[in-house]
């Protein structure tokens, strides 16, 4: 059951985030186009599991996004609002995947359990 509540929270994240960017007037290709730049943080696993998963957790945290958010809301920027409900987007759709925060044992050891063929019950 735990396991559904998050990835229900992720999907919910993922609405939201996009309901939120849609508000902001930025292009929709812009959404297109950076919705997946988060995952360039798995380049950091060519260094090894602990720098990767360092990498991949710094930007698959919902931290950034709301500290962007709050900055775009201070300074009034539609364009940081934008790019932080894009971030918070990709996040939520990971988390509805399935695909949480990394332990440095490995890319398929995350808080949402195991990933991948050898993954109990996930």
Same mark, same amino acid.
Request: charged share 15%; proline share 0%; net charge positive.
């Given at each position: 059951m735990p396991r559904l509540l998050l990835r229900l929270e992720g999907l919910a994240l993922f609405i939201l985030a996009t309901w939120g960017f849609a508000h902001t007037g930025a292009s929709w290709w812009l959404y297109a186009v950076l919705f997946l730049t988060p995952d360039l943080s798995f380049a950091g696993y060519l260094a090894g599991p602990r720098l990767g998963a360092l990498a991949y957790n710094a930007l698959h945290c919902t931290l950034g996004p709301a500290i962007l958010a709050g900055l775009g809301l201070f300074l009034e920027s539609s364009m940081l609002l934008g790019l932080a409900a894009i971030w918070a987007?990709?996040? +939520?759709?990971?988390?509805? *995947? +399935? !695909? +949480? *925060?990394? !332990? $440095? $044992? +490995?890319?398929n050891d995350t808080h949402l359990g195991r990933i991948g063929r050898q993954a109990a019950g996930a």
């Open positions: 987007a990709h996040i +939520g759709f990971d988390r509805m *995947l +399935g !695909y +949480g *925060l990394k !332990y $440095s $044992s +490995g890319f």
